[in-house]
């Protein structure tokens, strides 16, 4: 089940009238010759972390600058979007999307890490059946072996030195909750989530149980099913192709489209974080701008060009 931010759809056209002035211009079209620029989707197998995912992508694509829009732990497998080139400007939009796991849990144990990396305890003691959903705005507290910092530091680093740590708690909400098979004192669960949620801590809330498998399925619209598999080439999507599955369009004239080229910003409608902006006769990506407030109301920024 994908879950996008927001459907797509499309506002009012809006004109050279309602630009107002900012600083700064649209992203211009070309990097260095030959540069890729794009979303890759990536499958990350077990074993290894988010980052050797990026360095494997890097050395496929012959560029070093790419980064990743929300980490999996070493154990987990799935999607992993990885943002290439000029793409990386799309970071935080993307790790905003919505997540959606499947989880094989281990019941009647414990783990000091929520998984198979930890001490494990046996005590024998299995939640009912079947599991009660939770759904809706929870609150949160992060695992202590996670990568929240801590005064600068990963909050494992601490854990790991036998240090107590204590995270505060966070809001996060639950979309969807699937009991998917239960066999003795195991259980599959499909999950879908907030960005920012734990699932071994929503595991380890069940009682006596820690995440044995964890794979992401699906962030926003983006599915695993055919994703890069961390070898061999590797294709990327067009990031104004990739964002308009989760984003809305703006028509724009030519006018308006001079107007941005010299630093002008449109007038935001709505409240959307991130908007396409698109030629109003051909429908083609000008831009994709983000939505800035300040004193004089909300305006966009282009921060990547077409």
Not at 2 to 8: F, G, I, Q, Y
Not at 98 to 121: F, N, P, R
Not at 241 to 265: K, N
Request: proline share 8%; net charge positive.
């Amino acid at each position: 089940m994908a879950l996008p931010l927001r459907p797509p759809c499309v506002l009012a056209p809006l004109g050279p009238a309602l630009a107002s002035r900012t600083r700064g211009a649209v992203s211009q079209p070309h990097g260095p010759p030959g540069a890729p620029s794009g979303i890759l989707l990536a499958d990350k197998p077990a074993g290894i972390t988010s980052h050797d995912v990026v360095a494997r992508a890097r050395h496929a694509l012959g560029i070093r600058k790419v980064g990743h829009a929300g980490t999996l732990d070493p154990f987990a497998t799935g999607l992993l979007i990885l943002l290439v080139g000029r793409a990386t400007r799309l970071q935080r939009f993307f790790m905003a999307l919505a997540k959606t796991y499947e989880v094989t849990a281990q019941l009647g144990a414990t783990s000091t890490t929520g998984d198979t990396e930890g001490e494990i305890v046996r005590t024998g003691v299995l939640p009912g059946d079947p599991i009660a959903p939770r759904l809706g705005r929870i609150r949160q507290r992060p695992p202590a072996y996670s990568a929240v910092k801590v005064d600068g530091e990963r909050a494992y680093a601490r854990a790991r030195r036998g240090e107590a740590v204590e995270l505060p708690e966070r809001e996060v909400e639950i979309f969807g909750w699937d009991q998917l098979w239960r066999e003795g004192n195991r259980m599959s669960l499909r999950i879908a989530c907030s960005s920012g949620t734990y699932i071994r801590s929503l595991i380890a809330d069940l009682g006596d149980a820690y995440c044995l498998e964890l794979r992401r399925t699906d962030i926003g619209p983006f599915s695993v099913e055919g994703a890069w598999p961390t070898q061999g080439p590797a294709a990327l999507l067009d990031p104004f192709s990739a964002c308009r599955l989760f984003t809305p369009t703006i028509e724009i004239d030519d006018a308006a489209a001079a107007d941005l080229a010299h630093g002008r910003a449109l007038a935001a409608p709505g409240d959307a974080p991130l908007v396409l902006l698109v030629d109003r006769g051909s429908g083609a990506p000008r831009a994709l701008a983000e939505r800035r407030d300040g004193a004089g109301g909300a305006t966009l920024r282009p921060i990547l060009g077409a």
